[in-house]
């Protein structure tokens, strides 16, 4: 009896602790969530952001203000959208941020004021992290061996293996001829080496399209390939040959010419 006591005390305890750690200030919460924390540069991202008052007021007013700071604090001018306004109580309002031109880490800083009874002013504050990375572009050619014109159907990009989330690409293809399907990718982790990638059909369509396209592949390299690197080699061993040469050429030859009694 006496743990079981124990044991209903730590999980009401632990409860409270969430509560507490999920409120910004008594009776409030507030949050920033978007599918996604990393985007291409110069590409933009969506956000919801909220505030709830769980206690009531004979007045209240909720506001925000909302700006982009890059890693040394200074804020990025016009790159969100609204960057300002009032909220209803409980109620998401939309946040489009607009990714700068030079890739980094960058803070999404939300204020949200609270204005009671009685001037009663509440400030809280909310900050996300974002990522903004130089795209990888990903571009193929489709084939149509079939005799019929399409239209708008959908691929999408497999990279390693793996299908990339929200990489769909509508393509039109006339009969026996071939289109190119391009993607920019931006991704935040990537290992060095050689990364294949592929297009598919998507499933919308892939009964439609998958025997009468010839689909394309590609690959690409984060760091270096090992071509490239093998061809740097061989032209710094050809630009020392060049130079063992010319220095053997253009060396002079001691005592040339004179009497060999005089060598």
């Known amino acids: 009896m006496i743990a079981a006591i124990a044991v209903f005390a730590m999980v009401f305890a632990a409860g409270v602790v969430l509560l507490c750690d999920s409120s ?4 409030a919460n507030s949050y920033i969530k978007g599918e996604t924390n990393v985007v291409k540069t110069g590409g933009s991202l969506t956000y919801q952001i909220m505030f709830f008052e769980s206690e009531e007021f004979d007045t209240l007013e909720i506001t925000y203000s909302a700006v982009l700071k890059d890693s040394g ?8 959208s609204p960057s300002s306004g009032a909220l209803v109580n409980g109620i998401e309002t939309d946040l489009t941020v607009k990714a700068p031109a030079t890739a980094g880490k960058y803070t999404l800083v939300v204020t949200f004021t609270e204005n009671k009874d009685e001037d009663d002013k509440v400030v809280t504050e909310k900050t996300q992290t974002i990522t903004v990375t130089q795209p990888i572009k990903l571009t193929t050619v489709l084939k149509n061996d079939s005799k019929v014109d399409f239209t708008d159907f959908a691929v999408y990009f497999v990279v390693d293996g ?15 001829s071939t289109a190119t399907a391009s993607y920019e990718w931006a991704t ?3 290992p060095n080496g050689e990364h ?19 689909w394309g592949e590609g690959k690409f390299y ?3 390939s090992d071509f490239g690197l093998y061809t740097i080699l061989i ?10 040469v ?18």
């Open 222 to 224: 984060v760091g270096h």
């Open 235 to 244: 032209a710094i061993v050809l630009i020392l040959l060049i130079i063992v």
């Open 162 to 176: 793996k299908l990339v989330e929200g990489s769909k690409t509508l393509v039109s293809i006339a009969s026996g």
């Open 188 to 190: 935040e982790q990537l």
């Open 73 to 80: 604090g200074t804020n990025q001018a016009g790159s969100v």
């Open 246 to 263: 010319i220095y053997l050429y253009r060396k002079p030859v001691k005592n040339y010419g004179k009497p060999k009694s005089r060598r």
């Open 24 to 27: 910004d200030v008594d009776g």
């Open 196 to 214: 294949t990638f592929k297009v598919v059909a998507g499933e919308e369509n892939i009964g439609d399209y998958k025997d009468v396209i010839t």
